[in-house]
């Protein structure tokens, strides 16, 4: 197969195709009929004289070398979608750069509220397309479908380049009228109260799996699914919460709350951002690391 005679954006219908096991589920992401997504898969079975998907019942699955190739594609898409996207000559002033990034509403609030307000005065024609954190982060970011991960270090994606952007403690919240709350507070009274944890997308938080080790000492009365939710529902309650200090301090004065030290052994958070191997060139998203990484040393 001569590769000047190769469609490029094959690999595309491949990338997703493979992903998908499904034509339907396909043409929806590829933004194609389902007819177009059909006669691409014909057309990458004729390239690469393999059947790619086969029917088995009322599923699809991969032939072993579109297995064995699936990793290799992605990695070529992610490094095309670079040498289109990358710019020698970039100017934060006049780019338009549109950036995929995925970070809890906790590292919106604390890093990414304060670099669009650095965006506003030097680079206005730059965007953010952010998303939440799901079990499927690392294989986005391996895919070349985000720019930028943000999470914490145990999360990460193994084999892509990573920078700390800051270590992060974590401190009890809760009500400013809540008893335990006017002293220092108690390993006792720290498990006597009801607590509010956070899991996202079914997954547990990093903290929640550092207090998984003290087990059912911990009662927790409301699982709340993102970080800026938790401290909404202590107020007027006996509830304590586990938050990271620097969004604790940002809400507590809102809401009437008061912040105590743990009186357990918990670790500190790293809390990283990562990017493509085949990203490490671009001096787009190398200006934007650096404008994070200002952003994280004083916060």
Same mark, same amino acid.
């Given at each position: 197969?001569?590769?000047?005679?190769?469609?490029?954006?094959?690999?595309?219908?491949?990338?997703?195709?493979?992903?998908?096991?499904?034509?339907?589920?396909?043409?929806?992401?590829?933004?194609?009929?389902?007819?177009?997504?059909?006669?691409? /898969?014909?057309?990458?079975?004729?390239? $690469?004289?393999?059947?790619?998907?086969?029917?088995?019942?009322?599923?699809?699955?991969?032939?072993?070398?579109?297995?064995?190739?699936?990793?290799?594609?992605?990695?070529?898409? @992610?490094?095309?979608?670079?040498? &289109?996207?990358?710019?020698?000559?970039?100017?934060?002033?006049?780019?338009?750069?549109? +950036?995929?990034?995925?970070?809890?509403?906790?590292?919106?609030?604390?890093?990414?509220?304060?670099?669009?307000?650095?965006?506003?005065?030097?680079?206005?024609? &730059?965007?953010?397309?952010?998303?939440?954190?799901?079990?499927?982060?690392?294989?986005?970011?391996?895919?070349?479908?985000?720019?930028?991960? /943000?999470?914490?270090?145990? +999360?990460?994606?193994?084999?892509?380049?990573?920078?700390?952007? +800051?270590?992060?403690?974590?401190?009890?919240?809760?009500?400013?009228?809540?008893?335990? $709350?006017?002293?220092?507070? *108690?390993?006792?009274? +720290?498990?006597?109260?009801?607590?509010?944890?956070?899991?996202?997308?079914?997954?547990?938080?990093?903290?929640?799996?550092?207090?998984? *080790?003290?087990?059912?000492?911990?009662? &927790?009365?409301? *699982?709340?699914?993102?970080?800026?939710?938790?401290?909404?529902?202590?107020?007027? *309650?006996?509830?304590?919460?586990? $938050?990271?200090?620097?969004? @604790?301090?940002?809400?507590?004065?809102?809401?009437?709350? @008061?912040?105590?030290?743990?009186?357990?052994?918990?670790?500190? $958070?790293?809390?990283?951002?990562?990017?493509?191997?085949?990203?490490?060139?671009?001096?787009?998203?190398?200006?934007?690391?650096?404008?994070?990484? @200002?952003?994280?040393?004083?916060?």
């Amino acid at each position: 197969m001569r590769l000047d005679n190769f469609d490029l954006n094959l690999l595309i219908a491949f990338d997703i195709l493979v992903e998908e096991r499904s034509v339907t589920r396909a043409a929806r992401r590829l933004n194609l009929t389902q007819s177009a997504t059909s006669a691409a /898969l014909k057309r990458l079975r004729e390239a $690469m004289q393999d059947e790619i998907l086969v029917q088995h019942g009322k599923k699809m699955i991969p032939t072993p070398h579109a297995l064995r190739l699936a990793p290799q594609v992605a990695d070529a898409i @992610a490094q095309l979608r670079s040498l &289109i996207s990358a710019s020698s000559a970039f100017d934060p002033r006049t780019s338009t750069r549109r +950036f995929q990034i995925e970070a809890s509403d906790y590292i919106t609030t604390v890093l990414l509220v304060p670099l669009l307000a650095v965006l506003a005065r030097e680079a206005p024609g &730059i965007r953010l397309d952010l998303t939440l954190p799901t079990a499927g982060s690392s294989e986005r970011l391996g895919n070349g479908d985000l720019d930028l991960l /943000l999470t914490p270090e145990d +999360f990460m994606a193994p084999d892509h380049p990573r920078e700390l952007l +800051f270590e992060e403690r974590h401190v009890v919240v809760g009500w400013s009228g809540n008893p335990v $709350m006017q002293d220092a507070l *108690t390993e006792q009274d +720290f498990f006597a109260c009801g607590h509010v944890a956070v899991r996202i997308s079914g997954r547990d938080t990093f903290i929640e799996s550092a207090l998984r *080790t003290y087990g059912e000492r911990r009662r &927790i009365e409301v *699982t709340a699914p993102s970080f800026i939710q938790a401290p909404w529902l202590l107020p007027g *309650t006996q509830r304590l919460a586990l $938050m990271h200090e620097r969004l @604790a301090k940002l809400v507590a004065p809102r809401l009437s709350l @008061a912040i105590a030290a743990p009186p357990v052994d918990l670790p500190v $958070m790293r809390e990283m951002v990562q990017y493509h191997t085949a990203r490490t060139n671009d001096a787009a998203l190398q200006w934007l690391r650096k404008k994070l990484q @200002a952003i994280a040393s004083k916060s």
